[in-house]
C-alpha cells in the first residue's frame, strides 16, 4: 500500500496550494484508515499555511480524515482548532472558522454545539463592516445546511436584513429541500421572491429573481422555473435561468427540450458551451450523428475540445473505450485532453479492464505541459484524487461500506444528523470514484433523513 501512496504525492510537488495538498492527503488518510505517514504529512502541509483561516480548516480537514481510525485524536484535533480560532483577531474569520467546527461538533456533542452557535452570533453581531457581517452570516447559513439543520438556517435567513443576501439565503435553502423533494421548499422560495422583491434597485431585483429561479431550475424543478421566467422583465435575468434549464434538462437526458431552449439564446458563448455539454448526454442517449454535427459545427477550439471531452468520458462510461481514445486524439488543450485521459482510465479501472495505469501516466504528462497555472494545479489534484480511488480501491470500498454501516447505527440511536453527515463523506468520495451505485444509495438515504428532521418546521 505505501508504494500505491506514493504514487500520489508524487503529484503534490505539482501543485502550489497547500489547502489543495490537504484536501488530497485527507482523502489518502480516510481511505487508508488513518495511516500514520499520511498522518504526519498532515499535520506538516497544515503547519506550512500561512493564512490562519485556511489553516484552521485544514485542521478541521484532518480532523474528519482520522475520525473512524481514532475518535480520540479526532476530538484533540476538533479541540486543537477551537484553541486556534482564539487567537482570531478578525471576528468574521473567528465567526467563520467556529462555522466549520460547529457543523463537526453537533454530531457527537450537542452541548458544545449550541455554546459554539450562540458564540457565532455574538460574534457576527460585533461585526461593523456590513460585507464581512453578510459574509459570515451567509458562511454561517451554509454551514447549518450542511448540518442538515434546516430550522435554524431559515431562522438565521430571517434575521438577515440586507434584502438581496435574505433572498439569497432562502432560495439555497429551498434548492436544498427541492432536491429531497419536501413540499416546504415552496413557501421558502416565496420568502426568496417576497425579499428581492423588496431591493430598490430594478435591475437589481430582477436579476435576483433570476438567480432565485435558477436555483430552483438546479433543483430539478424545471416546469416551474419556466413558468416564472416570463415574469422576469430583463433579459440577461432570463437568459441566467434559461442557462440553468438547460442545463438540468441536459443532465437528466431530454435532450429535444434543452436543445429547443437553446435556440431562445442570443449569446454565442453561453450558446456554444451548452451545446459542447449537450454533446456528452447525446452520446449517452445513442444519438452519435447528432453528437458529431454539434462538435463538426464549433468552430472555437476551446469549446470544440470541450465538446470532444464530453464525449470521450461518455464514450467511456458506455464501456466503447477504443471510440473514446480515438476522440481524445482530436482534443487540442492540454487540460481537456488530461481530464479525458484520467477519466477514461478511472472507467476502464471501474469495469476490470486493463490500461488504465498507461492512460493516468498519459493524463500526468498533459498536466505537465498546461502553462495556465490554475488550471495546472486543478488537473494534478483531480488526477491524483481520482488515482487515489484506483490505488486504494479495497481500502474504499472498506470505506464506503464503513460510513453505511456508522450511518445506520447512528439512525438506530436516533443521531439523524451525525447519520447524514456519515452518509456525506460517503458521497464525496463514491462521487470522486464514479461509483454510481454508492453514490446513489448516499445521496437518496442523505434526503431521505433531510425529510425526517423537517417534519415539524413551519414557516410564516
Excluded: C, W
Aim: hydrophobic fraction near 45%; glycine fraction near 4%; charged fraction near 30%.
Amino acid at each position: 500500500m505505501e508504494e500505491k501512496i506514493n504514487e500520489i504525492l508524487e503529484l503534490l510537488s505539482f501543485i502550489d496550494n497547500n489547502s489543495e495538498k490537504m484536501k488530497i492527503i485527507s482523502t489518502l488518510l480516510r481511505i487508508s484508515h488513518g495511516d500514520q505517514q499520511l498522518l504526519s504529512l498532515g499535520f506538516d502541509t497544515v503547519e506550512a499555511i500561512g493564512d490562519d483561516l485556511t489553516r484552521i480548516q485544514s485542521l478541521l480537514s484532518l480532523a474528519t480524515a482520522v475520525k473512524d481510525a481514532d475518535v480520540g485524536l479526532y476530538k484533540g484535533l476538533l479541540q486543537m482548532a477551537i484553541n486556534e480560532t482564539k487567537k482570531l483577531a478578525n471576528p468574521k474569520e473567528k465567526a467563520m472558522a467556529l462555522s466549520d467546527i460547529a457543523v463537526e461538533v453537533v454530531t457527537f456533542d450537542e452541548t458544545l454545539a449550541l455554546k459554539l452557535v450562540e458564540e457565532i452570533l455574538t460574534l457576527i453581531f460585533k461585526i461593523e463592516l456590513k460585507e464581512d457581517k453578510v459574509a459570515a452570516v451567509m458562511y454561517f447559513l451554509k454551514g447549518l445546511l450542511k448540518s442538515e439543520d434546516i430550522e435554524g438556517a431559515i431562522k438565521v435567513a430571517k434575521e438577515i436584513s440586507d434584502p438581496y443576501y435574505r433572498a439569497i439565503a432562502f432560495s439555497e435553502i429551498g434548492k436544498a429541500l427541492a432536491e429531497a423533494d419536501i413540499p416546504l421548499y415552496l413557501p421558502v422560495f416565496s420568502q426568496a421572491l417576497k425579499s428581492a422583491s423588496e431591493i430598490e434597485n430594478f435591475v437589481m431585483r430582477e436579476m435576483t429573481f433570476g438567480e432565485i429561479i435558477s436555483k430552483l431550475a438546479e433543483a430539478g424543478k424545471v416546469d416551474e422555473s419556466l413558468n416564472l421566467i416570463e415574469k422576469l422583465r430583463v433579459k440577461e435575468a432570463r437568459i441566467q435561468v434559461l442557462e440553468s434549464v438547460i442545463l438540468r434538462l441536459i443532465s437528466a437526458g431530454n435532450l429535444t427540450k434543452a436543445l429547443n431552449l437553446m435556440m431562445l439564446i442570443d449569446d454565442r458563448k453561453k450558446k456554444l458551451k451548452l451545446r459542447a455539454l449537450s454533446v456528452s448526454a447525446l452520446i449517452k442517449a445513442g444519438h452519435y450523428e447528432e453528437a458529431l454535427k454539434i462538435v463538426e459545427s464549433l468552430k472555437d477550439q476551446i469549446h470544440k475540445d470541450l465538446a470532444l471531452s464530453e464525449m470521450s468520458i461518455a464514450l467511456a462510461e458506455k464501456g466503447e473505450f477504443e471510440r473514446a481514445l480515438q476522440v481524445v486524439g482530436h482534443i487540442r488543450d492540454g487540460y481537456y485532453r488530461g481530464r479525458a485521459f484520467s477519466v477514461i482510465g478511472l472507467e476502464l479501472f471501474n469495469r476490470g479492464r486493463d490500461g488504465y495505469q498507461v492512460l493516468f501516466e498519459k493524463a500526468i504528462e498533459e498536466a505537465k505541459t498546461i502553462k495556465n497555472q490554475r488550471l495546472r494545479s486543478q488537473l494534478f489534484v483531480d488526477i491524483a484524487l481520482r488515482l487515489a480511488t484506483v490505488n486504494l480501491r479495497n481500502q474504499l470500498l472498506d470505506f464506503l461500506n464503513r460510513k453505511i454501516q456508522n450511518a445506520e447505527e447512528s439512525v438506530k440511536e436516533g443521531n439523524l444528523e451525525r447519520a447524514a453527515r456519515e452518509y456525506k463523506e460517503g458521497l464525496e468520495l463514491s462521487e470522486i470514484a464514479r461509483l454510481k451505485e454508492y453514490s446513489e444509495h448516499f445521496r437518496n438515504r442523505i434526503y431521505e433523513i433531510r425529510r425526517k428532521l423537517v417534519e415539524r418546521i413551519e414557516i410564516s
